[in-house]
């Protein structure tokens, strides 16, 4: 069997979203697939999951690694693909019946390096408000076209597209280990290297909000590797000559409150700084040397 799709599923400690992971994956109307499963050391009963997936359906491989990191493990995952396209699926997410299918379909028909999908983020209201939609079939070809588009650098998301292996090697692309807010390193590098890729209607990648996700930690690590792959945007994008909307260039917000008040915010860009009174109000703006 040729393998269309190479999907690459992360595991670290999900027990209890893994099963409704793998469950949208091995039911894809596309069957042409292998599903890639590295378990990061968890601790918990996910490589159990996992295998007992694996001893269902010969589609999946298990890879069982020390615990080195979401970067690693899809690093690991990358190595291991032999799809003539690949797709990166967090454990505790899924995708809709038709995802790969029409992701698949779209880029071939185009010959597109990626194809991407909407992207709805289930809340426990019963809401499903989009992360970002696609009403239309479109190839962008422009890098400033396709940061628009997707909203880049603010909707760096690695998992709602399907990536052609070919260019992911030309490239030499890799995920850079040990940090948090990877996605956004890989993604603008991709998108400005690639030619074309194709935004998909009609299939979502469905993003859960795990409270308990490393992304959502808010430690002095994960705020110091936010600001660092900011600053890394903010330094290839200039240095690649690429235009973004100006608020994507802001280095610091700092907020003056009283009695927990917003009376004065101030944002800093390279070389501009903006006042806002009441956090809203623009009053005031200089040049600074910074």
């Given at each position: 069997m040729s393998v269309k799709v190479s999907v690459i599923v992360p595991i670290?400690?999900?027990?209890?979203?893994?099963?409704?992971?793998?469950?949208?994956?091995?039911?894809?109307?596309?069957k042409d697939i292998?599903?890639?499963?590295?378990?990061?050391?968890?601790?918990?009963?996910?490589?159990?999951?996992?295998?007992?997936?694996?001893?269902?359906?010969p589609r999946i491989i298990l890879i069982n690694q020390e615990n080195?990191?979401?970067?690693?493990?899809?690093?690991t995952g990358m190595d291991a693909a032999r799809g003539k396209y690949i797709s990166f699926i967090d454990s505790d997410d899924w995708v809709d019946p038709n995802f790969l299918e029409r992701l698949y379909i779209a880029a071939e028909k185009y010959n597109a390096d990626a194809a991407c999908a909407s992207i709805l983020r289930p809340h426990d209201s019963g809401k499903n408000p989009y992360k970002i939609k696609f009403e239309t079939e479109q190839i962008l070809s422009s890098v400033a076209e396709k940061y628009r588009v997707l909203e880049i650098p603010r909707k760096c998301?690695?998992?709602?597209?399907?990536?052609?292996?070919?260019?992911?090697?030309?490239?030499?692309l890799r995920f850079p280990?040990?940090?948090t807010f990877e996605d956004i390193y890989f993604t603008i590098r991709f998108l400005y290297h690639c030619k074309e890729i194709v935004t998909v209607p009609g299939t979502c990648y469905h993003y859960y909000v795990n409270r308990k996700s490393i992304t959502r930690a808010a430690t002095d690590k994960s705020q110091l590797d936010m600001l660092a792959a900011h600053a890394d945007f903010i330094k290839?994008?200039?240095?690649?000559?690429?235009k973004c909307d100006e608020k994507y260039y802001i280095r610091e917000k700092i907020t003056y409150s009283l009695f927990g008040i917003p009376l004065l915010r101030v944002h800093k860009w390279e070389t501009i700084k903006k006042y806002y009174l009441f956090g809203l109000i623009p009053f005031f703006e200089k040049r600074t040397a910074w």
């Open positions: 670290y400690n999900v027990e209890q979203y893994l099963a409704r992971c793998l469950e949208s994956i091995v039911n894809q109307t596309l292998e599903i890639i499963c590295i378990n990061d050391g968890s601790q918990d009963g996910s490589g159990k999951i996992a295998q007992s997936y694996a001893e269902k359906d080195k990191g979401l970067s690693v493990a899809r690093n998301y690695v998992w709602n597209k399907i990536y052609k292996l070919e260019e992911l090697k030309k490239q030499g280990e040990g940090v290839f994008s200039r240095e690649h000559h690429i």
